[in-house]
């Protein structure tokens, strides 16, 4: 589903907040909603107590040790884990440390990507982003993320608005994750946003506007044309879903989208994308190829 026309949350407490974030800036993506801007960590720095070789002061070299920060602990102060991200109530500021997986898009110096930390995964929709930081934000590269969380139709991410600084050091890309078996059970939504695959999926039939039997459409409706997302529908176990090559992520000069467009009713699959959610399970595909 396109999400360039949404109804956007409002976070009222992002308009007292006004500190930005080290990097990334940008205005409004087309969506007709308010930018949201994060929060930054600032450093408070402690004088040390003056001491002198004659008089020892064993108390106040302790108050004072036990007030200064930790200067290798700024960095990670108040980025949270995947758990505690996922516990925060909806509207509420986070903050994490994650890693770039794919870009969907850029668009008005706002950039939505697909990212994975090795504890969980995230959709980060509209983050301000110049033009020339989203080149830099190749898969694996590391970033830390100040936004709100927000949920849009079950899709539970960091709303428009967050900004973002690129974090020097390791980098991490994801291996996907086989979830063909939780398919239709309860399980399935605790690896939301992942890097995932699908097994020995059968193709079924859509019906287009006409009522006849397709392999795929054009927009969910049939309403699009090449170059529109694709829409397809496959089984497991008895049970058919609905499965989405999104075009700003793999457009129609990619391997996946003329492979969606090369199916046929009834061809068995193996698929690998990022779990994504839309009134129920809406993996975003990357990768169609005949099962193995």
Request: some cysteine.
């Amino acid at each position: 589903m396109k999400r360039r026309i949404r109804i956007a949350v409002t976070v009222s407490l992002a308009l007292a907040l006004g500190i930005t974030a080290l990097s990334g800036c940008g205005s409004d993506a087309g969506n007709g909603s308010e930018p949201m801007g994060g929060t930054g960590v600032e450093s408070n720095e402690i004088p040390e107590s003056s001491t002198t070789a004659e008089v020892e002061t064993p108390a106040e070299s302790t108050d004072a040790d036990a007030e200064t920060p930790d200067a290798g602990n700024e960095d990670a102060a108040g980025v949270m884990t995947h758990e505690e991200y996922m516990a925060a109530e909806l509207d509420s500021e986070v903050v994490i440390e994650t890693y770039v997986q794919a870009k969907q898009s850029w668009w008005d110096n706002k950039a939505t990507i697909y990212a994975q930390s090795p504890d969980g995964a995230y959709f980060i929709y509209n983050m301000n982003c110049s033009e020339e930081d989203y080149a830099k934000l190749e898969p694996g590269t590391k970033i830390k993320v100040t936004g709100y969380k927000a949920e849009w139709s079950g899709e539970v991410e960091i709303a428009e608005g967050a900004s973002f600084e690129i974090v020097e050091g390791d980098t991490y890309t994801a291996e996907p994750t086989d979830v063909t078996a939780l398919l239709g059970t309860d399980d399935l939504i605790a690896h939301q946003n992942e890097k995932v695959s699908f097994k020995g999926m059968t193709v079924e039939a859509s019906k287009d506007a006409d009522g006849n039997d397709m392999a795929f459409l054009y927009n969910w409706d049939g309403s699009g044309e090449d170059g529109s997302d694709l829409y397809f529908n496959v089984s497991y176990n008895g049970n058919t879903y609905t499965f989405t090559v999104e075009s700003y992520l793999c457009d129609n000069t990619t391997d996946v989208y003329a492979a969606v467009k090369a199916l046929n009713i009834g061809d068995v699959i193996d698929m690998e994308g990022f779990l994504y959610w839309y009134e129920g399970v809406n993996p975003h595909i990357t990768s169609v190829t005949a099962a193995q």
